[in-house]
Structures are given as structure tokens and as C-alpha cells.
């Protein structure tokens, strides 16, 4: 069953352009939703999240946005830059702790 | 202040035999996960352990696999009797408190001859 998905998988966006990945999910139990980011070989890296009491959360370029009636949230990246080229895992976990995953956007950022 | 450490990096087995990965959570956190990632999959939640006690563990396969997170030591995921099926990348994840943001390892990565 998957609760979390992630219908882009892939992105391309030019330098200095917004990049826009978003998210939905069909469980209405999730009430945190973070976002990650994987280079190649290595873990998931902790990006950014959001509780389900607010509809929005900036941090620096990153803002995560959270339509709780549509079930859907998104990241945007301002400005993009060659550095943000990764994938990127949308996660979600409810009062019980458990966390389901995207199956993840990559993210191209050209010069 | 190291966060979450992960060894072997890299382990090949061959059919049949045992894989022992190891995961230390961030010093302070006792809530483990593991994670699993298939080639060109994303993650796929296996188990959630507190110290002594698993609390989810709804996404491990039903034979051959188990987890444990003792009162003194690294978490431990224990795969018996490999296939090659098995082999993929295998995070664990560390959190302070349950529903805390979650803190990845670099993972292990299973190749099953």
C-alpha cells in the first residue's frame, strides 16, 4: 500500500530556477511530513519538515508547503542550484511514530 | 557527536549464508528504524525498536528476517539464509523521542552472490 507518493521521478530545472517536488499521501493519520535528500552511496539527509498545524515552513531556500484537504504537500527549492541535484524522498509519519516514504523525485539542477 | 554509524558498509554473502548489520543510534536516541532499499526502489519501512522492545515491525517479511535493539549495544538486523533477492541498501534511522524527526545512517549495502 502506498501511502506516500511521489508521481514525478525525475525533475529538471535550469540555475537560479524554483524547483518545484511535491507529495501526496492518503492517510489523513499522518501528522508530521518531512522532506530528505539522498546523494548517491550515502543516507538520507534530514531537509526540512512540517506539523500538520501549519501550512507552511521556510528554512533559507527551502520551503515545504502543506494542503491538508488535498493530502498534498510540496518543496519548493529558491534559487536552485547545481549543488541541490539529488533525490529527494517526501516522508510522512502519524501519532505512531512510523514513517512511510516516497519512492523519491531526482532532482537536476543544469549551470 | 557522531550521529548514526552503520558497519558494515558493504557486506557480500553468499546464498544461504547469514548477514549482521549493525546500527548505532545517535548517542541519547532510543527509538532505531530500519529502512530498506531496493535497486531503483525507494524506502521501504521495516521495523521500529525501542530499547528491548520492538514496536512495529509490520514491514519486515515474515521469515528469515529480525531485528533487535538491545539495552547495551548497536541495534542489530539479522537476515538468515540470504537470497539474492535480499540484496539491497539497508538504512537505520535514530530519533530521540517517537515522531521526532528521523536521523539516517549511511546505510549497508547487501550483495547476495
Known amino acids: 500500500d502506498q501511502q506516500v507518493k511521489q508521481n514525478s521521478p525525475s525533475l529538471s530545472v535550469q540555475e537560479g530556477r524554483i524547483s518545484i517536488l511535491n507529495c501526496d499521501y492518503t492517510n489523513s493519520m499522518f501528522d508530521y511530513f518531512l522532506w530528505y535528500k539522498k546523494y548517491p552511496a550515502e543516507g538520507p539527509t534530514f531537509l526540512i519538515s512540517i506539523s500538520s498545524i501549519k501550512d507552511k515552513n521556510e528554512d533559507g531556500r527551502f520551503t515545504v508547503f502543506l494542503n491538508k484537504s488535498a493530502k498534498h504537500l510540496s518543496l519548493h527549492i529558491v534559487p536552485s542550484q547545481p549543488g541541490d541535484s539529488a533525490v529527494y524522498f517526501c516522508a510522512a509519519s502519524a501519532y505512531n511514530n512510523d514513517m512511510r516514504f516516497g519512492a523519491g523525485t531526482r532532482l537536476t539542477v543544469k549551470p | 557527536n557522531a550521529g548514526v554509524m552503520q558497519n558494515p558498509r558493504h557486506l557480500v554473502r553468499r ?18 528504524y530500519w529502512y530498506r532499499q531496493l535497486p531503483e526502489e525507494g524506502l521501504k519501512f521495516m521495523v521500529y525498536l525501542q530499547k528491548e522492545n520492538i514496536i512495529d515491525e509490520s514491514g519486515m517479511p515474515k521469515e528469515r528476517f529480525s531485528a533487535e535493539f538491545p539495552k547495551e549495544g548497536p541495534s542489530i538486523l539479522r537476515i538468515q539464509q540470504v537470497v ?12 530521540s523521542t517517537g515522531g521526532e524527526t528521523q536521523y539516517f545512517g549511511p546505510g549497508t549495502r547487501l550483495l547476495v552472490l
Open chain 2, 15 to 32: 546464498r544461504g549464508q547469514e548477514a549482521r548489520l549493525r546500527c548505532s543510534p545517535v548517542k541519547g536516541h532510543s527509538h532505531v
Open chain 2, 84 to 95: 539474492r533477492g535480499d540484496s539491497a541498501a539497508y538504512f537505520c534511522a535514530s530519533s
